[in-house]
């Protein structure tokens, strides 16, 4: 017996399936990365504008 055989599969069909709807974690890594932008480049306005829709969007999903 090669070892490939002994080895469990980790695919998960969740993964690779299209989403019913808008995928709420890459939007919200989206923010964060466009707020975290934000504030490197001292945009603090518009940093608040994505903190505000970041909030927005996890009062969504609960």
Not at 40 to 59: C, I
């Amino acid at each position: 017996m090669d070892r490939s055989s002994r080895i469990k599969s980790t695919y998960d069909v969740l993964l690779d399936s299209a989403s019913d709807g808008p995928d709420l974690l890459s939007e919200e890594l989206s923010v964060l990365r466009n707020m975290n932008l934000a504030v490197n480049e001292e945009r603090y306005n518009d940093a608040a504008m994505w903190k505000d829709k970041l909030m927005r969007l996890r009062e969504f999903k609960t």
